[in-house]
């Protein structure tokens, strides 16, 4: 027997429907929101769809009750499936929401990843929600001003030629994952959209290992040596996570077409800095430029440690020469302007690969 708890929300039709909670997606396909038919769970209507009506997307079996809402379903399941690539709507990309907790917010369909998850978000909905980074093109003055900033921090960090060289990295580095967890980590980057992790992680004193393979539109996630199919939220997670490292900045910045402003002056960490916004590819980060031309860090909008929603800012504390780049080592993150655990690194090791030339 399935049982359902109408809330509102907002003056909205709010639907929590509970179920197993799963941190990852299984093969073969799991049934989706219970077997309810998406296009009229968006409308406040609970109805179980058919098993010869179904579309699988990202590992997720969305059944329907007629061929008319298949079709619309697959003209445009990101507006109709669960949002956010499936990723738990409180937490983010890196924890995979249970198909069959989910609520309807607002015309669409939110995952979690547990009870709790949806109890955050029914107080605050808007809080977890991503607002997407602006980007609004300049005026001829205002882009040279960008530009010349984008050339002194190139000229700092070894040069626009090499830069725009760069084709990948691996680095090492061990990080705080927060309330008191830790991990040291491979990372290994190929751009524009190939991204490779090891890590070995302590958390409540329980030792576990985590592996990643994000390769565009594909991924793998193994935990504790047990590996699932990577939804699309969390690939675009760690996606994201290379098109904010300040080198990958730098590079798009450099870039022929590069879309790139001026984003005021500020202080990061102490030191005073001049803001260039840069549009990497769907991501918007605003790359932070000390006077002789250092890379001080970056700033974005994202998430902190209890899912909530603010301004991120990436602080970097030490550099190194590496293949001739000057290379960000170490970083501090605060979240609204307060220093958190969660973030910081310190990079032990770098090797960088180039075009040929």
Not at 198 to 218: K, L, P, Q
Request: hydrophobic share 40%; with cysteine; aromatic share 8%.
């Amino acid at each position: 027997m399935r049982r359902v708890w109408i809330v509102t929300l907002s003056a909205l039709s709010t639907l929590w429907l509970s179920g197993l909670v799963m941190q990852a997606q299984q093969a073969p396909p799991s049934e989706a929101l219970l077997g309810f038919d998406p296009i009229l769970l968006v409308s406040g209507k609970e109805q179980l769809g058919k098993d010869d009506l179904a579309t699988v997307v990202d590992g997720l079996k969305y059944l329907f009750v007629s061929a008319e809402n298949k079709r619309l379903f697959d003209s445009d399941p990101s507006r109709y499936g669960i949002q956010l690539g499936g990723s738990c709507a409180r937490m983010g990309g890196r924890v995979y929401a249970s198909p069959d907790l989910f609520l309807v917010y607002e015309g669409r369909i939110y995952g979690f990843g547990s009870p709790d998850c949806v109890k955050a978000f029914q107080a605050e909905p808007r809080a977890f929600l991503p607002v997407p980074e602006t980007f609004v093109e300049p005026t001829g003055a205002e882009r040279e001003r960008a530009a010349v900033l984008i050339q002194k921090a190139a000229r700092r960090a070894g040069g626009a030629s090499l830069l725009s060289s760069v084709r990948g990295w691996e680095e090492a580095w061990t990080e705080s994952r927060g309330r008191g967890g830790s991990a040291s980590v491979v990372g290994r980057t190929t751009l524009p959209a190939t991204y490779r992790e090891t890590a070995a992680a302590e958390m409540g004193g329980r030792s576990m290992t985590m592996a990643v393979m994000v390769d565009g539109a594909r991924g793998e996630r193994t935990f504790n040596g047990r590996g699932q199919a990577m939804h699309a939220g969390g690939r675009e997670d760690f996606l994201e996570e290379v098109r904010r490292h300040p080198i990958a900045v730098l590079v798009a910045a450099l870039a022929k077409d590069a879309r790139i402003a001026p984003a005021g002056a500020a202080t990061l960490d102490g030191r005073a800095v001049e803001y260039v916004r840069v549009a990497n590819g769907s991501t918007v980060v605003d790359l932070a430029i000390e006077g002789d031309g250092s890379i001080a860090g970056v700033r974005f909008h994202g998430r902190g440690e209890t899912g909530t929603f603010g301004t991120i800012e990436r602080a970097m504390r030490a550099h190194q020469s590496v293949s001739g780049l000057v290379w960000p080592t170490a970083r501090v993150q605060y979240f609204n302007g307060v220093e958190s655990p969660a973030g910081a690194r310190t990079i032990t090791n770098v090797s960088v690969t180039f075009a040929e030339r």
